[in-house]
């Protein structure tokens, strides 16, 4: 099962922030947060990583909380084309390590 | 950055016939691969593991007879849905871990 849990749907306005959450309450000390999003019939594209310290990329930034039992999503402005659905996944950072997918959040940015 | 290429992009088949789906890591060498299924408005559901020179590892519930698995080297796996039926119409993804967790852009296959 997946150990995420996230809310099914948000809606956010195009040029706003969006924060989408993730709780992730029984992850271990070595496994990471990871996020994805899925554009509707694509496979799913990574946008970012961490393990217990904030990150931020080209296109996203990642919020841990201290106990790293939660952790936020946050795109700056989002756009028409960030409409997807976004997948919240804890895992160790070895490779190999399969990659078990919860619901996930289906973002709409409304123009 | 890590590139995974899946082909046929979608395919149409007659029920009965057997599709093979390819995948391959176009910049880096891949021992494992994975195969996922996806259906309408549902979250992608893992059906098996792919080890380069050995058997897949298959997810609980998923034929392993149904769904033939063969890595046979180190940049491709393919995944054979034998004797398909319109139930195993879906989309089809593969991934692999290269510098990240890398997917495919995913097989929509239609079963009539």
């Known amino acids: 099962d997946a150990k995420t849990t996230q809310p099914p749907s948000m809606d956010c306005a195009e040029g706003r922030a969006a924060n989408l959450p993730c709780n992730h309450s029984t992850i271990s000390g070595n496994e990471y947060v990871y996020w994805y999003r899925q554009i509707h019939s694509q496979g799913p594209q990574y946008i970012i990583h961490g393990l217990k310290n904030n990150e931020t990329n080209e296109m996203a930034s990642l919020i841990i909380t201290e106990d790293r039992k939660s952790s936020t999503l946050i795109l700056p402005h989002a756009t028409l084309r960030d409409t997807a659905v976004y997948y919240c996944?804890?895992?160790?950072?070895?490779?190999?390590?399969?990659?078990?997918f919860g619901k996930g959040t289906r973002l709409h940015i409304l123009p | 950055g890590a590139v995974v290429s899946q082909h046929p992009s979608r395919v149409i088949c007659k029920s009965g016939t057997s599709v093979k789906i390819e995948c391959r890591s176009l910049?880096?060498?891949?021992?494992?691969m994975f195969w996922y299924r996806q259906f309408p408005k549902q979250s992608l559901m893992l059906m098996a593991t792919?080890?380069?020179?050995?058997?897949?590892?298959?997810e609980q519930g998923v034929e392993k007879d149904k769904f033939l698995i063969n890595h046979a080297s180190l940049t491709l796996s393919t995944l054979t849905v034998t004797s398909a039926h319109p139930e195993d119409s879906s989309f089809y993804i593969c991934?692999?871990?290269?510098?990240?967790?890398?997917f495919g852009s995913g097989t929509r296959l239609t079963v009539v």
């Open positions: 792919s080890n380069e020179g050995s058997k897949a590892t298959y």
């Open positions: 996944i804890v895992r160790v950072a070895n490779r190999d390590d399969k990659i078990i």
């Open positions: 910049d880096f060498q891949a021992t494992t």
């Open positions: 991934s692999a871990d290269g510098t990240g967790y890398t």
